[in-house]
């Protein structure tokens, strides 16, 4: 079946603008992770979805940093006026509540200029 | 919370030999523990994982022995092969309703020809 799909692949923004990534799990998956991964670095936890419950927003980096998830589905992360450092690969990973699997995206890459 | 060290950062191996690589974790509550492989310009992908009630697990190459006394894992590959380069995640997290995964900061392997 489908995996997880993330858009839009590559996204350019001026330092300052907002924007929003896409993220559609896996059909039937409860749990929805966002990563960050910088260049050549490991894998930075943002925040976790589990079914209907208060998402965990513990690896926010900042009130710059959001996220939703529409009807258990489709998730959105929104960073609001970007900096540089904003620049990397946002990674998303669904996986079912019984099971701890992760499956990942392709990412978005960020290039915050 | 959790913190997961992994050593070494990178690794160097001649095809056929062996390569090893360790974590540690802090949190004696988590209980699954697995091993995400990540290619270059690729998601991250699950090989193999282990959970608190097993000692050791093989699939083909790949091998993973956990000493929860001690609060360690380690990823064990034998006959390397040049495919088998790519960074190595390991991860620890609780297999509990709402608890995220901490990711270690990762191996680059290089298996040489």
């Known amino acids: 079946g489908a995996g997880v799909s993330q858009s839009p692949s590559n996204k350019v923004t001026e330092k300052g603008k907002d924007v929003e990534l896409r993220c559609d799990p896996i059909?039937?998956?409860?749990?929805l992770y966002w990563y960050r991964q910088s260049l050549g670095q490991g894998l930075e936890f943002l925040i976790y979805?589990?079914?209907?419950?208060?998402?965990?927003k513990s690896g926010l980096p900042s009130d710059r940093f959001s996220a939703e998830r529409t009807g258990g589905s489709v998730s959105t992360l929104t960073i609001q006026r970007t900096q540089q450092e904003d620049s990397a690969v946002y990674l998303c990973?669904?996986?079912?509540?019984?099971?701890?699997?992760?499956?990942f995206g392709p990412g978005t890459r960020l290039t915050v200029l | 919370g959790e913190n997961v060290e992994q050593h070494p950062s990178t690794l160097s191996v001649q095809e056929g030999d062996s390569a090893v690589i360790k974590c540690t974790y802090s949190?004696?509550?988590?209980?699954?523990f697995p091993w995400y492989k990540q290619e270059l310009g690729k998601r991250p992908q699950l090989i193999i994982d282990?959970?608190?009630?097993?000692g050791e697990k093989k699939d083909q190459r790949i091998a993973v022995t956990l000493n929860k006394t001690a609060k360690h894992f380690s990823l064990h590959i034998t006959e390397t092969q040049p495919e088998d380069s790519a960074v190595y995640f390991c991860?620890?997290?609780?297999?509990?309703?709402?608890?995220?995964?901490?990711f270690g900061p990762g191996t680059r392997l290089s298996v040489l020809p």
């Open positions: 991860a620890a997290s609780m297999n509990n309703y709402g608890q995220n995964f901490v």
């Open positions: 059909s039937g998956h409860t749990a």
């Open positions: 282990i959970r608190s009630n097993v």
């Open positions: 949190d004696s509550a988590s209980n699954y």
């Open positions: 990973a669904s996986g079912r509540e019984a099971y701890n699997e992760q499956f």
């Open positions: 979805f589990q079914g209907n419950s208060a998402p965990d």
